[in-house]
């Protein structure tokens, strides 16, 4: 006994195969395709981003220096204000001083 035989044409089968084949190869040329422009896309991403980089590392640097200007700037100022006062307490001292009225004796 032996098992039921299937005819079929090998020709048939074989174009089957190849049709098979050709839509393959047409999803991975159009999976290429999505892929380079994925590449393109990340590239020109890439140069964006590290132009924003240069920009941001400039201002911060800008920042800094206007920074170190405020900082010696409020140095001056309390300075200033240091000197304003030591003058005032000075001249009401020496005013005080000499126009210290004459004691009376009784």
Not at 25 to 34: H, I, P, S, W
Not at 67 to 86: F, H, M, P, R, V
């Amino acid at each position: 006994m032996s098992g039921p035989t299937i005819e079929t044409d090998l020709g048939k089968i074989l174009d089957q195969i190849n049709q098979n084949l050709k839509e393959t190869n047409q999803k991975l040329d159009a999976l290429q395709k999505d892929v380079t422009e994925i590449k393109i896309v990340q590239v020109r991403f890439e140069a964006e981003v590290k132009g924003d980089l240069k920009a941001l590392q400039g201002e911060f640097n800008t920042l800094q220096g206007d920074l170190k200007e405020i900082k010696g700037s409020q140095k001056a100022q309390i300075w200033a204000l240091i000197t304003i006062l030591a003058t005032a307490v000075i001249g009401t001292v020496i005013r005080f001083v000499i126009t210290v009225p004459p004691v009376s004796n009784p």
